[in-house]
């Protein structure tokens, strides 16, 4: 496991943007793909998007395609989530998690074994 902390969250108008990182620390990030998932009150925790080992490949659920853009830079151990035309939809506490299984792509919370400890995003009406 590697520990991960988030940043960046915070109260915004709804077409507003934000960015989020995630740092990684005692273990490099080129050896996970990471990921970023969300949870609102009363819900589960859903896949956001993912990125692959060399940040390759991206993955997103539908609601955030064209919206959303996840990059990493592993020189820094830090994976981003840009945010973009922020909807009230998108409240919740995200959080970056590392995977070192190729399955990553399927969004699955359990192919996922470090978690963040997770960062508010609130979008207002």
């Known amino acids: 496991q590697v520990p991960l902390v988030e940043s960046g969250g915070g109260l915004v108008q709804t077409g507003g943007s934000l960015r989020l990182s995630c740092v990684a620390s005692g273990s490099s990030i080129s050896n996970y793909a990471m990921g970023w998932f969300r949870q609102a009150p009363g819900k589960e925790r859903e896949f956001v998007g993912a990125?692959?080992?060399?940040?390759?490949?991206?993955y997103y659920r539908d609601s955030v395609k064209g919206r959303f853009t996840i990059s990493r830079d592993n020189a820094k151990n830090t994976v981003f989530l840009r945010m973009n035309s922020l909807k009230p939809d998108d409240t919740a506490v995200y959080y970056c998690?590392?995977?070192?299984?190729?399955?990553?792509?399927?969004?699955?919370?359990?192919?996922?074994?470090?978690w963040g400890q997770g960062t508010q995003v609130t979008v207002s009406s």
């Open positions: 998690a590392a995977s070192s299984t190729s399955d990553f792509k399927l969004g699955r919370v359990d192919d996922f074994n470090s």
């Open positions: 990125i692959s080992w060399g940040g390759g490949r991206e």
